[in-house]
């Protein structure tokens, strides 16, 4: 079964410091990647995605993701953070090219950006 | 264009117990997914339907049911409430179909059901 860890629970930074949350999945095949973010009270949205292609993503609000395959690994970076990406972050997996759709989430890292 | 939308928002049960909820996923998605979320556990898989039949199942009791309606709206179900179902119960659309599984998918706001 396939299983996602996410390495940090809680990161505090402060303003405009550098953000790297890691992500690691065990699943030997072809894998789509994600990651969502939870703002309170709010629902989960994605950030960004990852199917195929150029390993580096880009996604909203400023964030990126590398997707490093031998290592299994899909960290979320943003070179400078703001008060507003106080939130919870989740990594999710799914199987590509399955017969059915679901998402395996890592237990999320909630982010803390004082100002 | 319409998110997907989840009722009730809030609700209170008590031990013992049966709750449905309700899902209306994005228009012309036919996939849709139900995930419980808690502190301690995270966000587990329930279970996905498309067109009208589960096609996975996550690892939850058989208290735990749901079923598909022709126009894609899902309702999930939990018989005789435990304390231990109190969580964020949350409904996700997406896009895929028979094979093609290469996109995301919407999450509703969800349901927090609250067992007392």
């Known amino acids: 079964a396939q299983s996602v860890s996410q390495h940090n629970h809680h990161v505090i930074l402060s303003e405009a410091a550098s953000l790297e949350l890691g992500c690691n999945y065990s699943?030997?095949?072809?894998?789509?990647l994600f990651w969502y973010v939870q703002y309170p009270g709010q629902h989960l949205q994605l950030l960004l995605k990852?199917?195929?292609?150029?390993?580096l993503v880009k996604g909203i609000k400023g964030f990126e993701a590398e997707f490093i395959k031998s290592k299994f690994s899909f960290n979320l970076r943003k070179p400078s953070v703001q008060w507003s990406d106080t939130a919870e972050y989740f990594c999710a997996v799914n199987r590509g090219g399955g017969s059915n759709y679901k998402l395996t989430f890592g237990k999320g890292t909630l982010l803390t950006v004082n100002p | 264009k319409a998110g997907v939308t989840q009722t009730p928002r809030y609700l209170i049960k008590t031990r013992g117990q049966q709750v449905t909820l309700s899902c209306s996923p994005i228009s012309g998605h036919r996939s849709v997914s139900w995930y419980q979320q808690t502190p301690g556990q995270g966000l587990q898989f329930l279970f996905e339907y498309f067109s009208e039949t589960q096609r996975n199942k996550g690892n939850f009791p058989g208290r735990f049911s749901g079923r598909q309606f022709s126009n894609s709206r899902s309702e999930m179900n939990v018989s005789t409430l435990e304390l231990g179902d109190s969580a964020l119960y949350l409904c996700?659309?997406?896009?895929?179909?028979?094979?093609?599984?290469?996109?995301?998918?919407?999450f509703g706001q969800g349901t927090r059901l609250t067992v007392v």
């Open positions: 699943y030997g095949g072809t894998v789509n």
């Open positions: 990852y199917f195929s292609g150029d390993p």
């Open positions: 996700a659309s997406s896009l895929v179909t028979g094979t093609f599984m290469n996109t995301e998918a919407f």
